[in-house]
């Protein structure tokens, strides 16, 4: 079974604070993905990874960095918090060739 | 930039069967998937259409015409278990699989 695992299911943050969320997969995937999902607004994408230390921009990059070291690892990084990033974050993975994305169970954020 | 449009809500009683629209304007377009989450849960894979026609996988059925651009997925024998968020998700590069979701249908199914 394709496992995705994310660091935390709830985290609460303060404004300006730096804020890393980790995921890791657990099938050699190629492609890793960070998502963030509001109410009526679906799934966003942040950024995406395609490679280790590879990473493209996605619809909605500002104020998120992304860091990916090693294969399985996908980091999400708030340099400086802020309230309107209050959301829920979820991490995906592919392998590229099949066309099935795998969820982890994701990040509840709060910035107060 | 890309567009895809599915109703927000749909609704419909335990037993019978329920169509989820998909229309989609991309820059390019290499297959249509649909995603199933449900409240609390991930997205989970449901199906993927790259060719015209009709893919069925027991109860769910996924439908694709490239030259409409436009899709839809089909439950039949609707059960309480069904009501969750359906999302349709194109793929628009060749290559890796990089899909772009819609905004999701939430489908409420009453006994």
């Known amino acids: 079974d394709v496992k995705v695992t994310q660091s935390s299911r709830y985290l609460v943050k303060r404004t300006g604070e730096k804020v890393f969320l980790e995921c890791v997969q657990d099938?050699?995937?190629?492609?890793m993905f960070w998502y963030r999902q509001d109410p009526g607004l679906g799934l966003r994408l942040i950024y995406f990874?395609?490679?280790?230390?590879?990473?493209e921009k996605g619809d909605i990059p500002e104020g998120y960095s992304v860091s990916r070291e090693k294969k399985e690892r996908f980091s999400l990084i708030l340099e400086s918090a802020s309230t309107n990033q209050t959301s829920m974050y979820l991490c995906?993975?592919?392998?590229?060739?099949?066309?099935?994305?795998?969820f982890g169970p994701g990040t509840r954020l709060t910035v107060t | 930039g890309q567009s895809l449009e599915q109703p927000s809500e749909v609704t419909a009683v335990e037993g019978a069967i329920v169509q989820i629209n998909c229309t989609y304007q991309?820059?390019?377009?290499?297959?249509l998937s649909w995603y199933q989450q449900h409240d609390g849960g991930a997205p989970t894979f449901l199906s993927y259409?790259?060719?015209?026609g009709l893919e069925e996988t027991g109860r769910f059925s996924s439908f694709l015409s490239r030259s409409d651009s436009y899709g839809y997925l089909l439950l039949q024998e609707l059960q309480m278990k069904d009501s969750a968020s359906y999302f349709c998700?194109?793929?628009?590069?060749?290559?890796?699989?990089?899909?772009?979701f819609g905004r999701g249908t939430s489908l409420i199914v009453h006994p």
């Open positions: 990874s395609y490679d280790v230390k590879m990473k």
């Open positions: 099938m050699d995937h190629e492609n």
């Open positions: 995906a993975s592919n392998s590229g060739t099949y066309y099935e994305q795998y």
């Open positions: 998700a194109v793929r628009e590069r060749g290559g890796s699989y990089i899909p772009t």
């Open positions: 991309t820059s390019g377009f290499y297959g």
């Open positions: 259409n790259a060719l015209d």
